[in-house]
């Protein structure tokens, strides 16, 4: 009788044997992997948000903070301030005592509010918050600039600067927003919206030439009883184009300067640039003509203006009169009625 063939069984040595040659073939393919999942992870951490870390706040009374091609936010000491005081900037009195008021109160822990400084463009908006950092910077007050694109990270300087003792303003110039921007949602939660309550030693002060910050049309100004773009509730629409400006407690307007207010600007920069009262008179017809070339009687191009001027007339070859002289002879006769410039 035939016997059935079966498979002989493998002694317990010989498995053993099997088990230690088969780590001796993976082991090395396993640490070349874990190696490559190490770098790669270092690789992802290298790019990776860090946290805000906290900059030398004695290198400056300013700082920026910038967001590098990495990802990470870093505050960036001001090197070189522009050296404004509110005695420098002229017919805008009542925009200066508003928001010296403001800041004062701030930096002696009373009460304060965001604000929001808004008009024409060039009649001093950024250099009266500038000038107030100067006056204020003794008392602890402190800026750090941050640009529109770059409000989505808010919270995280809010966090790092909460436990300070100095006050700080956040400042956010030529600010305006087109619809559905994410910034525009972290700036309206910031100023009043969020859980966690706002910080007391922090303010926003933006700067724009858009009163509600937004693009209006004259669509919105319309009848509510119907929309072209399918919109039930027009009106709420409306209503959240103006809800963040509304979120800034102190709202400062800035107007076109009259012919008349220009020229004082102007006087006041000539002089500031040393150049002689005497001389002063001299240089109205080429400063009105520059301001007619560019369409606007503006702080800016006042200063633009003086700045040219005193710098032909320091390296002696005086104020030269403009290759638009007989023009410029008319600029001295222009008035408000005559010559409306924005």
């Not at 040595?13 to 874990?34: A, F, M």
């Not at 402190?142 to 640009?147: G, M, N, Q, S, T």
């Not at 220009?262 to 920069?269: C, F, K, L, P």
């Not at 400063?287 to 200063?303: F, N, P, Q, T």
Request: glycine share 6%; charged share 25%; proline share 5%.
């Amino acid at each position: 009788m035939n016997q059935p063939l079966s498979t002989p069984a493998t002694s317990a040595p010989e498995s053993h044997h099997q088990d230690n040659r088969l780590k001796s073939t993976l082991s090395p393919q396993l640490e070349i992997l874990l190696e490559r999942a190490l770098e790669l992870m270092g690789r992802i951490e290298a790019v990776l948000p860090k946290p805000l870390g906290e900059p030398d706040w004695s290198a400056s009374v300013a700082f920026r903070y910038r967001v590098r091609s990495s990802g990470h936010g870093v505050l960036e000491p001001v090197r070189q301030l522009a050296p404004l005081r509110f005695s420098d900037l002229k017919e805008i009195d009542g925009q200066k005592d508003k928001l010296a008021r403001n800041t004062l109160q701030f930096v002696q822990g009373l009460g304060a509010n965001n604000v929001l400084l808004s008009g024409s463009r060039g009649t001093g908006k950024s250099s009266l918050i500038k000038a107030c950092l100067n006056e204020y910077s003794h008392m602890g007050l402190r800026l750090i600039e941050v640009d529109k694109s770059d409000l989505v990270d808010l919270p995280d300087l809010m966090d790092l600067v909460s436990a300070r003792p100095e006050k700080f303003i956040v400042f956010c110039d030529d600010l305006s927003f087109e619809e559905g921007e994410a910034s525009y949602k972290a700036l309206k939660s910031i100023l009043d919206g969020t859980v966690s309550a706002s910080s007391a030693n922090v303010l926003i002060y933006a700067t724009s030439n858009r009163r509600h910050l937004l693009p209006e049309y004259m669509q919105e100004n319309l009848s509510h009883s119907s929309s072209q773009t399918g919109e039930i509730h027009p009106g709420e629409g409306v209503e959240e184009k103006i809800s963040l400006s509304e979120r800034f407690g102190l709202w400062i307007s800035f107007y076109p300067f009259s012919q008349d207010e220009y020229w004082t600007i102007v006087q006041q920069w000539l002089v500031y640039m040393k150049l002689p009262v005497e001389a002063l008179e001299a240089a109205k017809p080429e400063a009105l003509l520059w301001a007619l070339e560019r369409g606007s009687r503006s702080g800016r191009v006042a200063y633009q203006f003086a700045k040219d001027y005193s710098a032909r007339a320091h390296h002696g070859s005086g104020a030269q009169k403009s290759t638009h002289g007989a023009i410029a002879d008319q600029g001295s006769d222009l008035d408000d009625d005559n010559a409306s410039i924005d």
